[in-house]
């Protein structure tokens, strides 16, 4: 019918990720071996060209970074609380990483979307100086691919629909239920802007 807006809501992005069974594949860095992620307490995937979503193993273990050439950290769980990941700049400045942090709680009445803007100019300019980014948060299933999400909403002009489908195929993300109605705001505002 005509002059109906399609909607976006938190429910059609969560019944989409749980119809989409992400790739197995072997962990960067050790692509030509059978390597087991647990024993190296290390867990991160390849998600878009260049742009990567791991755990709190990944994101403390600089040697791993620097075998696999990230450039870019950005922790979207910092602090020292409960699965928080307690890095800071100061923690990669002596192997060359470039680290944006954002202090959040994977609660879903948590504001990631005053996130969005900065996250997403992180990553541009992490993959426009052809680096790499490794965007983390405790587990790598929540905060980080909700920033990952929208930096290709915004950046690369993807739906959230999209952008959700392009991460889970690589990884098995899960962003909260308030994290996702978040992402459907920015998905409806978007499309709005764009129309």
Not at 110 to 132: H, P, R, Y
Not at 175 to 182: A, E, I, R, S
Request: charged share 20%.
């Amino acid at each position: 019918m005509a002059g109906i807006k399609k909607v976006t809501t938190s429910r059609e992005l969560l019944t989409a990720i749980h119809q989409i069974q992400p790739a197995s594949k072997p962990l960067p860095g050790y692509e030509d071996k059978v390597v087991s992620r647990f024993p190296l307490g290390v867990c991160m995937d390849e998600c878009y060209p260049n742009l990567y979503i791991g755990d709190i193993g990944a994101a403390k273990d600089k040697a791993y970074l620097q075998k696999v050439g990230i450039t870019h950290v950005l922790n979207t769980a910092q602090g020292n609380k409960f699965a928080t990941v307690d890095t800071d700049g100061v923690y990669y400045e002596d192997v060359g990483i470039k680290y944006l942090g954002m202090k959040l709680l994977d609660i879903p009445t948590a504001n990631i979307a005053q996130f969005f803007t900065i996250g997403a100019d992180f990553i541009e300019d992490a993959l426009s100086s052809g680096g790499k980014v490794l965007v983390h948060c405790y587990m790598g299933i929540s905060r980080s691919a909700t920033i990952a999400c929208a930096f290709l909403m915004l950046k690369r002009n993807m739906s959230a629909l999209e952008g959700l489908t392009t991460l889970r195929k690589n990884r098995a993300i899960f962003p909260n239920d308030g994290f996702l109605k978040q992402l459907a705001e920015l998905d409806n505002n978007l499309r709005s802007q764009r129309e």
